[in-house]
């Protein structure tokens, strides 16, 4: 069983920055795919960046490209860092890890709001 745990939201000023954190606890060794999502609210959920940790690729959404960037160190943390932020990023966002085996786990999510 793996647990993740989402941390470093909240409220930031419109082009401002934010580095999310997303600690896991359990077996991750086999970690094939990690990636960040987001919902807005009345919004469906968004995939927002995935790095395969098998293929090194990583896969941003248009709206994110140049502002956002994943990364994962070898701790198993995996981060989200957003720059130049913008009102239409104010979502909940959450983090997933996918297993080589298929299994699929979630974070609770952590709030971000972008407001002057």
């Known amino acids: 069983q793996v647990q993740l745990v989402e941390s470093g939201g909240g409220l930031v000023q419109p082009g401002g920055s934010l580095r999310l954190s997303c600690g896991s606890s359990?077996?991750?060794?086999?970690?094939?795919?990690v990636g960040w999502y987001r919902q807005g609210a009345g919004k469906q959920r968004e995939l927002i960046e995935r790095m395969s940790t098998i293929s090194a690729t990583t896969y941003y959404t248009e709206s994110v490209k140049g502002r956002f960037n994943i990364s994962r160190d070898n701790k198993d943390t995996v981060y989200l860092q957003m720059n130049d932020l913008k009102s239409e990023d104010t979502a909940d966002y959450l983090c997933?890890?996918?297993?080589?085996?298929?299994?699929?786990?979630w974070g609770q999510g952590i709030q971000v709001t972008v407001s002057s």
């Open positions: 359990g077996s991750t060794f086999s970690t094939s795919a």
């Open positions: 997933n890890i996918v297993l080589r085996g298929g299994a699929e786990f």
